[in-house]
Every structure is written in structure tokens, then in C-alpha cells.
């Protein structure tokens, strides 16, 4: 083979392994877009169903991480004339805890969640969304060229990573909204 063809089949290789690596940990999709903006709140709260019993025991996690990320990442402007709350209202609809035997052998085995949530303005929808979130990591820790984030991660909340993922990506949401 030619130099340049090691080349070529090298930077091809480099460009598979990074597209490969990459990840993300969901989306939001709107379904009933919002129209103009969140500014007129001050206030959130976030109300977690299940749409199955089998999914209920992730409620009060879900419900946890979401004001725990909003907390961190959240918050409307303070209005001391504005006391209007918004009710983020979410159900349930699919859950995968994942398979840490699959992760052991790098063949998948992330946890997902999938949800639907409601914008709410006192009873009144005024957007609607999916939303899921996974237990993917976006980065990796390598010790001398092994994988240790993979090693270490093996006993992770692997549900706990996906309601954390989900959370994260409905405070964007919000946030992109006020």
C-alpha cells in the first residue's frame, strides 16, 4: 500500500472512532409549540405521573431530579409583581432499565426513559413535548489507554443517569423558552 492510502484509511478511521464515541443523552421534542415565551412566571413546579404501575416507582426520582436540576440550572427572573406559576406536568410512558451485562461487553445495555409533558398556565396546556433521556456518557476517563469511566461505571444508577439526563434536558428547554 501507498503512503497516501494509509493516509486516507487512517483519517477514515479516526473519523469513524469519533462519530462512534459521540453521544447524546436525548431531546425534547415540542409538540404543541409555545406561543411567545415563559416570562411572565416567576415560579415552576413539576408534577411526575406514571402511565403504568411498572413505572411508578420513578416518579418521585423524576419529580427530585427535576427540581434539583432547576435549582442548579433553572430559575425565572424574580418578579416581586409576577407570582403566575407554571406547572410542568410529565407521564411516564416508557422505561428500560438497561443491562449492565450488556455494558460489560461495550453492547449496549444504557437505561432509557421516554416521557409527556405539559406546559401549563393554571389548567390551560400552552405547549406540549416529548422528552426521553438515556444513561449515556457525552465523555470518558482513560487511564494509560484503558477505559476506566467504563470500568468504574459498571454498578451505576443506570435509571437514575436517565431521569438525570431527562431533567437536563427539560430545564433547557425552559430555559430556551423564557
Known amino acids: 500500500m501507498k503512503t497516501s492510502q494509509f493516509y486516507t484509511m487512517g483519517v477514515l478511521g479516526v473519523a469513524l472512532a469519533l462519530a462512534t464515541s459521540c453521544s447524546t443523552t436525548g431531546k425534547v421534542s415540542e409538540e404543541q409549540a409555545l406561543e411567545g415565551n415563559l416570562s411572565q412566571f416567576s415560579k415552576v413546579s413539576f408534577k411526575v405521573r ?25 430559575e425565572f427572573d424574580r418578579k416581586p409583581s ?9 407521564a411516564i410512558t416508557k422505561v428500560d432499565e438497561g443491562n449492565e451485562g450488556a455494558r460489560a461487553m461495550n453492547m449496549g445495555g444504557e437505561a432509557t426513559m421516554e416521557a409527556k409533558g405539559w406546559l401549563k398556565d393554571g389548567g390551560r396546556t400552552i405547549a406540549s413535548f416529548t422528552v426521553d433521556g438515556n444513561s449515556k456518557r457525552t465523555s470518558s476517563t482513560s487511564i494509560g489507554g484503558v477505559n476506566v469511566t467504563k470500568i468504574s461505571s459498571l454498578s451505576d444508577d443506570l435509571p437514575g443517569r436517565a431521569m438525570e439526563a ?6 433547557d428547554y425552559l430555559n430556551d423558552k423564557k
Open 50 to 74: 406514571a402511565n403504568s404501575k411498572a413505572h411508578k416507582k420513578f416518579t418521585k426520582r423524576l419529580t427530585a431530579a427535576l427540581n434539583k436540576k432547576w435549582k442548579e440550572d433553572g
Open 82 to 90: 409576577s407570582t403566575k406559576k407554571l406547572t410542568v406536568e410529565l
Open 166 to 171: 431527562m431533567s437536563e434536558h427539560i430545564v
